[in-house]
T-cell receptor, first 109, second 113 residues
Framework: GDSVTQMEGPVTLSEEAFLTINCTYT??????LFWYVQYPGEGLQLLLK?????DKGSNKGFEATYRKETTSFHLEKGSVQVSDSAVYFC????????FGKGTRLHILP | EAGVAQSPRYKIIEKRQSVAFWCNPI?????LYWYQQILGQGPKLLIQ????????DSQLPKDRFSAERLKGVDSTLKIQPAKLEDSAVYLC???????????FGQGTRLTVV
């Protein structure tokens, strides 16, 4: 069945560092891909999405490109801030939304 | 615009007791989802409704879990009887339709002791 694998955390970076959180997927069809973020004490929020191969989703300085050839959707940000500290979930939607296990990100001032 | 509302926020019960969670989706959203998020894992879909009909309940443990969405608006998720392994955050989400963005509530944290 469909699945999502993302890098395990926690990931700890200093402010202004470059961020990459790896995500790969397995799907029988042509899913849409998502990154969700969960800030402390809050619900899941959609961060960005891509609906077809080579699409790039972007929001709040974060980017991810739908790579069909490597079945990947890695999340990147050029310069992280303390306020980016949260748990990040990679997800796919084929007939239903399937989430990865989440990656906790800590940004140190 | 009001978001997805869930209650209660927290619940502690003893094993073998019953518990119910309530969700009020965003107005006009036809699709409603219940997810279970165990600590350290990603959310797992339990059941998906389209209006008041069930679209997918393949991962719902039907011997103890039940859910309904009467009138196609609010929904309740019930566990009877609860087990220790049911300790998790139960998330409700809604979307305009199945292929639209899903909006999540803050969840109900259930602890079974």
């Amino acid at each position: 069945g469909d699945s999502v694998t993302q890098m395990e955390g926690p990931v700890t970076l200093s402010e202004e560092a470059f961020l990459t959180i790896n995500c790969t997927y397995t799907a029988t069809g042509y899913p849409s891909l998502f990154w969700y973020v969960q800030y402390p004490g809050e619900g899941l929020q959609l961060l960005l999405k891509a609906t077809k191969a080579d699409d790039k989703g972007s929001n709040k300085g974060f980017e991810a490109t739908y790579r069909k050839e490597t079945t990947s959707f890695h999340l990147e940000k050029g310069s992280v801030q303390v306020s980016d500290s949260a748990v990040y979930f990679c997800a796919l939607r084929d007939d239903k939304i399937i989430f990865g296990k989440g990656t906790r990100l800590h940004i140190l001032p | 615009e009001a978001g997805v509302a869930q209650s209660p926020r927290y619940k502690i019960i003893e094993k073998r007791q019953s518990v119910a969670f309530w969700c009020n989706p965003i107005s006009g959203h036809a699709t409603l989802y219940w997810y279970q998020q165990i600590l350290g894992q990603g959310p797992k879909l339990l059941i998906q409704f389209q209006n008041n009909g069930v679209v997918d309940d393949s991962q719902l443990p039907k011997d103890r879990f039940s859910a309904e969405r009467l009138k196609g608006v609010d929904s309740t998720l019930k566990i009877q009887p609860a087990k220790l392994e049911d300790s998790a955050v139960y998330l409700c989400a809604s979307s305009l339709a199945a292929n639209f963005e899903a909006f999540f509530g803050q969840g109900t944290r259930l602890t079974v002791v």
